[in-house]
């Protein structure tokens, strides 16, 4: 999966093309103070489909941490940030290119002037709040005369003896997600994801290939499929055939909120040699914003196996999709003489999905055996479900709470954890809610939660056999 974007392309051509995908704009800056004027260190924005309260809240909750190892108190450096509409994006450009902008009501220089604008299809910075995993980004920068400052140095000194030992770098990483800050000669970067991924694994049988995009709704009007078919000779490759497809013409069918999934069955003409390779790619004005390839005998052999979705369907021939959202909801019950405790009954439906996800599961919630002792004898708490990820080997104690949970609630998981750390355990904590939760996901422990509408997103994937991406809500 890469890009191959055309030479030169435009922000304007960019935003043609992907602005009606996002909700908001999120701009970050990182500024030290010279000769009364504030001035740029570095400026990341991020384009997202989230709405503005919720990136604000992320927001503004990260300001804090770096408030609370006092950073934000450090004369001559300022962390500003701002949250909009993404409909202010091309405005926002503009004022950039200007070399200087206001964020926060405060003015601050972006650089002398822009020299130079780079289109990079490799993103500087690391994911934020796992929005872009999975999807590819576009790196928008703006490089000009960058500023030497000498307040830099003393700033960088002040913060470590904050326990902040990297300086302006480390806080580089933390408030902009861009590693070594200082080494960039450009200005601004702009990052813009591309909602747009493989369904899932593309499959090959006989002289049919079928593949299937999950892509942003407003994605597919603009986008064109190319499948070639392609063989290797010695010392070359050559093409049998290829077809094209607008993706506006393709069976089409709604997915999670602003996503559609797009299905094609291409039938060649050409009998595929099991050393052949399909390419596809799908292409805009801007070039190809997805391309990939796939051997046929890989193909096939996917094909035979399945695509590890034979637990899931076992599952559901005796507690389908619907049972378990029933469940969740509290309007089913699951012993075989009726009422069961409410806690029970959800940690057994969340063991369940685990189990349908792939994961290796053991219960032990309301036993003995799943209480966790200081060496006194004094209990901590208790682990509900033991889970391992077969692909990275890590190990999740997993906690099930019908209700929201407080900050005490979130300190005894804590406690848990370190105590089975203690005993030479690496493992990492999920908690899972029965209900809205969004206070609980905020928090100060930084503990993974998952509330009612996860666990509803979960099977909804579930639903279509989409295990990797209900795996990817559940650890990222």
Known sequence: MSLELKHQVSFKEIWEILGDCYRTLSIRCLAVKEEGTWKNVMIVAWLSLKDQNNIRRDTENEFLNLSELGVTNLENLALLYEVKSSEETPKFVEDLKTGKITIMNQP????EEVKKIYVSKYPRTIDIGNETKGYQTISYELGGGSFSSREEALISERLKELGILGGIDEVGLM?????????YSINAIINLPIYLKLHDLPKMQNRKFHVSFLLHKELRDKLRLLIALRRRYPGAEVTME?????????????FLNDFVVCSIEHEFKTMPKLEDYVYFNLSCKLGAIFKDSQSVRDMYFTERLGSGEEFLNSLIRFVSIESLESILLKEEDIGKRGVERADIKFQRSIAWILSAIGFKIAELGDTKYGVVRRRNGVDIGDVDILIQDPESKKVYAVFCKVNPVESKDIDTTVNVVDKLRRDGLLIEPI????SLAPESKENIRKVKVLDRDDIVKILQLLRVNNLSEAKRILLS
């Open 108 to 111: 601050v220089e972006v650089s």
């Open 175 to 183: 408030w902009l997600k861009l590693p070594n800050v200082r080494a």
């Open 242 to 254: 290829s077809s094209k497809y607008k993706l506006s013409q393709v069976e089409t069918s709604s």
């Open 431 to 434: 908690i899972f809610i029965g």
